[in-house]
């Protein structure tokens, strides 16, 4: 087990720099610069600029010094924001996207569960109906959709939670949150369904039933584990992907996170901004993905991580 998690480590080390590679070249393909927009600079102004923040040194000159500061730990500064630390941006702005992925992530999974295993225990009752269809709702319609719907009945008609903003203390998460849930709920219902199913026709739960276990045992010590593995699959990039900031959401809401940071960077080509965000994301898809291939383990005894080898 030790050897393989070194050698995964190694691989997303690897991985990352492949991601920040091409992350700064194509950054560089992009047609004008963070400041050739400023059209109230002389030449003599934008020259001065450029060599302040190096951009006027030739490409690998530049691909370099990116890299021997990656190295270091230095993601740069941005050239919108004040010339302010790209690390302590991220940081600054990391508590609304966490909170707002961490709720979604809860609620979402925790209730897609419990639909999905209603379901695969009903099935073709109309609890097994209802399920479904709310999966297939939250699968085929968008989480910004859910979010002006939202926004419309909860803020607007009924005045119950703020529009907008991130200002009234945990009413302002609760929209978003909602919002964001709705992929996460329908995704864990359909698997947990799908896979409790096929689950409780194997061999094992009917000699489990024959010596005497009970509904209870039978769904969550028997079935539920082993159907709980190709969700544990799905959920590591979508944890991190939501625990990273979404950005639709966090636009529509005003919210303060890294994915309306994102967004905004991309507007005004910040290329500090850019290519720190994805290496961020980067980072936390790939540890995620690291951590579920751990919990495989964990979750079935069937699978063993031995000496490095699967």
């Known amino acids: 087990m030790t050897k393989y998690i070194i050698r995964r480590v190694f691989y997303m080390f690897i991985t990352l720099f492949l991601i920040a590679t091409a992350t700064f ?3 560089k393909t992009l047609p004008g610069s963070p400041i050739s927009s400023a059209s109230k600079l002389s030449p003599d102004q934008l020259a001065i600029v450029e060599a302040k923040y190096g951009l006027d040194e030739p490409l690998p000159v530049q691909y370099g010094k990116y890299m021997l500061n990656l190295a270091q730990g230095d993601l740069g500064n941005s050239f919108y924001f004040k010339g302010a630390s790209v690390t302590d941006l991220i940081i600054s702005r990391l508590g609304p996207s966490l909170i707002l992925g961490a709720q979604a992530m809860i609620l979402g999974v925790s209730i897609g569960i419990i639909l999905g295993m209603i379901a695969a225990l009903r099935q073709n009752s109309i609890w097994d109906y209802g399920s479904t269809f709310l999966a297939i709702l939250g699968i085929s319609i968008p989480s910004f959709v859910f979010a002006s719907f939202l926004q419309y009945w909860f803020a607007v008609q009924w005045e119950i939670l703020p529009v907008a903003l991130w200002d009234d203390g945990w009413k302002s998460s609760v929209l978003p949150s909602i919002a964001l849930a709705m992929g996460p709920l329908a995704i864990s219902a359909r698997f947990i369904r799908t896979e409790m199913i096929e689950v409780l026709s194997s061999d094992y739960i009917t000699l489990a039933k024959s010596k005497g276990a009970n509904g209870f045992e039978v769904a969550f010590k028997h079935a539920f ?10 959920m590591g990039p979508l944890t991190a992907g939501l625990l990273t900031g979404s950005l639709v959401i966090e636009q529509i809401f005003a919210i303060p996170g890294i994915g309306e940071q994102f967004v905004k960077s991309i507007m005004v080509n910040d290329f500090s901004i850019i290519m720190g965000t994805t290496l961020f994301f980067s980072v ?5 993905i690291l951590l579920v291939d751990i919990l495989y383990g964990i979750i079935d005894p069937r699978i063993r991580l031995s000496g490095g080898d699967s």
């Open 25 to 27: 070249f194509l950054m």
């Open 225 to 234: 584990r082993n159907a709980i593995i190709p969700l544990v699959t799905v």
């Open 284 to 288: 936390f898809l790939i540890f995620m």
